[in-house]
Nanobody, 114 residues
Framework: QVQLVESGGGLVQAGGSLRLSCAAS??????MGWYRQAPGKQRELVAT???????TYADSVKGRFTISRDNAKNTVYLQMNSLKLEDTVVYYC??????????WGQGTQVTVSS
């Protein structure tokens, strides 16, 4: 059974930093990443990383967020720097298998205060 366990969300002041972690178990994942969703809006891509280390980022986070991955631990990280008020949303971890099955974490709240 696949399980994704997220941690690291919380409250931070604008301009500060947070690091999200997502530990996956129960499978092998070709792509892992982070998405976020504001109330009433669609879930949107934040960043993804392949098992080979190829990364993609949303334009809104380029230069501020860094995604990384420890394949041995099946864990993906999201280092978030220079946080802005508009980064206040729920962040979801995603993991996809080579056959295309997609799994989601439970979500972790990030709140940026002024």
């Amino acid at each position: 059974q696949v399980q994704l366990v997220e941690s690291g969300g919380g409250l931070v002041q604008a301009g500060g930093s947070l690091r999200l972690s997502c530990a996956a178990s129960g499978g092998a994942f070709s792509i892992m990443g982070w998405y976020r969703q504001a109330p009433g809006k669609q879930r949107e891509l934040v960043a993804t990383i392949t098992s080979g280390g190829i990364t993609t980022y949303a334009d809104s986070v380029k230069g501020r967020f860094t995604i990384s991955r420890d394949n041995a631990k099946n864990t993906v990280y999201l280092q978030m720097n220079s946080l802005k008020l508009e980064d206040t949303v729920v962040y979801y971890c995603n993991a996809r298998t080579p056959r295309g099955y997609s799994y989601w974490g439970q979500g972790t709240q990030v709140t940026v205060s002024s």
